[in-house]
């Protein structure tokens, strides 16, 4: 005891320095990833938005010009949502925004980018359901297709292709059952039929989500596009097949496999020269 008193005088500061790191490490890593978009956001000209939709408030980023009437609009993936395979994280916030990466990438004239409800921007109805059971439950699909309507209410848009990543390749379908003014859908390494990805991997059911496979319906109108990776043992391209079992036609879906990609890949790498064949109508089913 009298060594640690002696340490304390000589060292007077070290207490408070030991307590300082202890609170400012435990908002380091939301904040950290904030800044990281913010960053990545700002290189591609992005401007930081964020909507306070009924339910939730949602970080976004756009570019959009004033005259705009068609709008491509980026969702992000499930993010940080587990720590492993039973521990369920407390911020679900992405290490790495693939989706934003993407988004920064396009030179459409208006983008916007929507990070999923509760990833950046806690708040007290971001319970770990949010991010688990019920990732893609109507109240999630409701905010975000919230922030789309408010964005879509400020300018003459009448056009929007939806591109989401994982999980936000599902909400993409989802919100499109809901919406007039989508015209295509793209995913990247979707989970597109969630009962048979959960059967696939032997987890617990999302019992609180919805399933794109419940609305082929309604999805079999709209032109689509699901790109896949090779190699990918997360999503991988059975899950897409069983979901095309739920579309009555299959004349307006593409499927396109990218070899030696999994679902952690840097997609950024290839995204540019993805989306120039999907726009032209150039993409193989058997990858670039």
């Known amino acids: 005891m009298e060594q640690v008193l002696a340490y304390l005088k000589q060292y007077p500061l070290f207490p408070i320095c030991i307590i300082l790191l202890l609170v400012i490490g435990t908002g380091c890593p939301r ?8 960053n990545l956001a700002t290189s591609a000209h992005l401007q930081s938005i964020v909507f306070h939709t009924d339910l939730f408030a949602i970080q976004g980023y756009q570019r959009i010009k004033p005259c705009a009437t068609s709008l491509v609009v980026y969702l992000e993936g499930d993010g940080a949502a587990w720590i492993n395979r039973h521990t369920i994280a407390s911020d679900p916030t992405p290490k790495e925004p693939t989706a934003l990466q993407l988004a920064a990438l396009d030179p459409a004239d208006n983008i916007l980018y929507l990070a999923r409800p509760c990833q950046y921007l806690p708040g007290p109805t971001c319970t770990k359901k949010y991010w688990t059971s019920h990732r893609y439950s109507p109240e999630i699909r409701q905010a975000i297709n919230q922030a789309i309507t408010e964005v879509t209410d400020r300018y003459p848009i009448t056009r929007i292709t939806i591109i989401g990543y994982s999980g936000g390749g599902v909400l993409a379908s989802l919100i499109a059952t809901r919406r007039k003014d989508v ?5 990247i390494a979707a989970n597109l039929d969630i009962d048979f990805w959960t059967n696939l991997h032997n987890v617990t059911p999302l019992w609180g989500s919805e399933n794109p496979c419940t609305y082929g319906e309604k999805l079999q109108h709209i032109p689509q596009t699901h790109i896949i990776g090779g190699n990918d043992d997360i999503v991988p391209v059975e899950v897409i097949q069983s979901y095309l079992h739920c579309l009555p036609t299959k004349l307006n ?3 396109t496999v990218i070899p030696n990609l999994d679902h952690h890949s840097r997609w950024e790498k290839q995204w540019s020269e993805i989306l120039t064949r999907i726009r032209a109508g150039t993409i193989p089913p058997n990858g670039l």
């Not at 904040?31 to 913010?38: E, F």
């Not at 015209?183 to 995913?187: D, P, S, V």
């Open 31 to 38: 904040q950290s990833r904030l800044d990281k978009a913010d």
């Open 183 to 187: 015209t295509r859908i793209i995913t």
């Open 253 to 255: 879906t593409t499927i």
